[in-house]
């Protein structure tokens, strides 16, 4: 009797098992999927801005659980020196709005810049000044669903290259030869991204801490946003996963270093050692993979994932001038 009670037991207790880890698969996966949405929508609510963690402790689980909405990126910064504003429109007629500045001397050529996730174009107006300075006109580009521009859902760089493409004809038609591509962060990673989708050519790029992937990306965030408890690896795979589902792409092909296997003009590549977002090994990896054999990585050793003109201007100076004349035909 002892042997047939003990086996019917033993499938009893292997369906309670399945049935626990049933219910924290599709939890989990309810989890990813609200988080893939809620890091590619942004909402015009300006008291998520302002929004300080709770402390209710249901509150913040159910936060961690579903994760944080982000408020649309508002210019509050405006440039000193004198920008039109510049319309582009996308191939679904999403409004990209962008500023266009002169150089004060006789320009040299044009640097078109791009800002990171979450940020906007009047967070690298310091970068635009010193371009100016080194005697370029300026084009800085807010991308879909950031800053002015037009769109509520950012796919995170992979859609954002058609932007690059755009503000890339517009300073083309004026007749400019000299176009260099500059993109910190995501924008790094679009820059890299449009060269290789639509085969641009500029005279050269620079490409400041650009993140190794999609996967990788989502994986700093939990580890630097404070969205504890979440393990890194699954965390990213499954968000990854999801954002493909919802916004109709293939997220884990999302990889600069395959971008950057299509990257044959000159290159500059900067990055902050105590980057926290962006590790040394997507770094290397993106570097090894660009094409050109006209490269170079500089290396800010007390830089974090920052602005590396404010880190350290007078290296950032000398590093991103040498780099242009060389290149200015």
Known sequence: MEKDKFKFKIPSFLRWIG??????????????????????????????????????????????????????????????????????????????????????????????????ITANKGMIINEAAEFRYQGYNVMLVDYRAHGNSGGQTTTIGIRESEEVKLAYDYVAGKGEKNIFLWGNSMGAVVVTKAIADYDLKPAGVILEMPFGSL??????????????????????FLVTWWMGVERGFNGFKHQTASYAKKVNCPVLMQWGAGDNYVRQDETDKVFNAITSTNKKLIVYDRARHESLVQNDPVKWRIETERFLMANTK
């Open 215 to 236: 996967q990788a990306h989502l994986r700093a965030r939990a580890r630097a946003l404070g969205f504890q408890g979440l393990p890194e690896k699954p965390f990213g």
């Open 19 to 116: 049935w626990v880890l049933i219910v924290q698969f599709i939890l989990i996966n309810i989890s990813a999927a609200l988080y893939a949405y809620k890091l590619t929508h942004v909402y015009n609510d300006p008291a998520l801005r302002n929004s300080k963690p709770s402390k209710n402790i249901l509150v913040k689980t159910w936060r961690l659980f579903t994760g944080p909405r982000q408020a649309k990126s508002v210019i509050t910064e405006t440039p000193t020196f004198l920008v039109d504003t510049v319309t582009l429109k996308t191939g679904k007629g999403i409004v990209i709005d962008a500023w266009y500045g002169k150089t004060d001397s006789v320009s040299k050529g044009t640097v078109i810049l791009f800002h990171g």
